[in-house]
């Protein structure tokens, strides 16, 4: 009898695809169990808390499948973020994935003020006046003039001797760079700027280095050593 019709043949054959589907599922396991296991050694994985830093409050959680999250809150301040890790030797490093879109200033209008001054209004989207901008007045010579906006703007009287020429607006609460605007006094002193936030309060880590010590963690960020805790595996 050909082999292909013999029972026992056929009953052997089944066994044998049987065995092997078990035998490569079970390969697929070990080796998936294999990869969890590499990726649970690295002793840098968990929740940690900052520490030593007055009025702050900050965790820090790396992930095992190459993830972290952060957030941080402090003053007037608040941050939050994730992305991507990697070991570097006794480091982690840390990028922001995706990368965030930069808050952005936009001129909205030039108008006119009865008063001999400037006014600088910065207001956000929805039209309300947006406290907190750091301003600098440039002049056609001699110092700049610096300050910073209230919900209603900012203003300053003119001097009777010298030209604005340019204002720069920035955030420095956030690390937003400055923005520099031409004035011309020909067109108006009442200035009113657009302030799109876009992902403000997202920090952009690029190869940020995170120390491993033992237990702990330090983020070496803008020259400050920054010390988080293990909270948890």
Do not use: C
């Amino acid at each position: 009898m050909p082999a292909e019709q013999n029972p026992t043949m056929i009953r052997f054959a089944r066994h044998l695809s049987i065995a092997w589907t078990l035998m490569l599922g079970l390969a697929s396991l070990l080796a998936s169990a294999s990869a969890h296991a590499t990726e649970k050694r690295d002793g840098a994985v968990g929740l940690y808390r900052l520490t030593g830093v007055q009025d702050a409050a900050s965790m820090l959680e790396i992930t095992a499948d190459g993830r972290w999250r952060y957030g941080l809150s402090y003053g007037a301040l608040d941050e939050e973020g994730d992305g991507r890790w990697r070991r570097d030797g006794g480091r982690l490093l840390l990028d922001t994935d995706p990368r965030p879109v930069p808050p952005a200033f936009t001129q909205h209008a030039v108008r006119w003020l009865d008063q001999p001054e400037m006014r600088v209004l910065v207001v956000g989207p929805g039209g309300r006046g947006i406290a907190g901008i750091d301003i600098v007045v440039r002049f056609d010579r001699g110092d700049p003039v610096a300050g910073y906006t209230q919900q209603d703007g900012w203003s300053m009287a003119l001097p009777p001797d010298r030209r604005p020429v340019a204002v720069v607006l920035s955030l420095d609460m956030f690390g937003v760079a400055g923005s520099k605007f031409a004035v011309d006094a020909a067109r108006g002193n009442d200035l009113e700027f657009l302030f799109t936030p876009n992902d403000l309060g997202r920090p952009d880590f690029r190869d940020l280095p995170v120390e491993v010590e033992g237990d702990a963690l330090v983020m070496l960020r803008d020259g400050a050593r920054l010390r988080y805790v293990r909270v948890k595996d």
